[in-house]
């Protein structure tokens, strides 16, 4: 009896704190702004240079460039660009090098598909995925150069 009673107990006194669970998917998760989600890609602001596809450690990038339409740009300009969400494990190594940040982290992180080919995403689908995108996203800036004296 008296373990009916502190078990009831228990429960009344847990039924009047603050909630900890959320009703996902009715309710979405908030993410830290660190959290690393899925690119965000700018076409615009890409030059092609490919240190995002170097750096990648999973291969799941992969892009080509086309000379511009546009005789006073230097350079090539990006054609295609596409990111292999079966592999990609959203280490953040691709934005972290990207000169330009022409790809960016999300806060975003629902993938979930019934096909696999669902998880390749294209550049039109990257540069639409333009919510939520991490304020911060050059975790590790260069350092300034000071001109430092020389030993
Ligand atoms: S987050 Fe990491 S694994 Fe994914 S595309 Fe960028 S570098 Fe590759
Ligand atoms: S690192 Fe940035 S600028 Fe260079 S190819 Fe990748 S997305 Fe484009």
Known sequence: MFGL???LGLTLKNMVKPRVTY???HEPLEMPNRFRGIQYF?????IVCNQCVRICP??????TGKKSDDPNVKGKVIDTYEINFEI???CDLCTEVCPTEAVVMTNHYELATYSR?????????LSQNNTLVRKENTL???PKKTGAKKA
């Open 5 to 7: 009673v502190k078990g």
């Open 23 to 25: 009703k996902y998917p």
């Open 42 to 46: 700018i076409p615009e602001l890409c």
């Open 58 to 63: 999973t291969d799941c990038i992969t892009l």
């Open 88 to 90: 990609c494990i959203l």
């Open 117 to 125: 080919d669902d998880l390749y995403k294209d550049m039109e689908w």
């Open 140 to 142: 590790h800036p260069l």
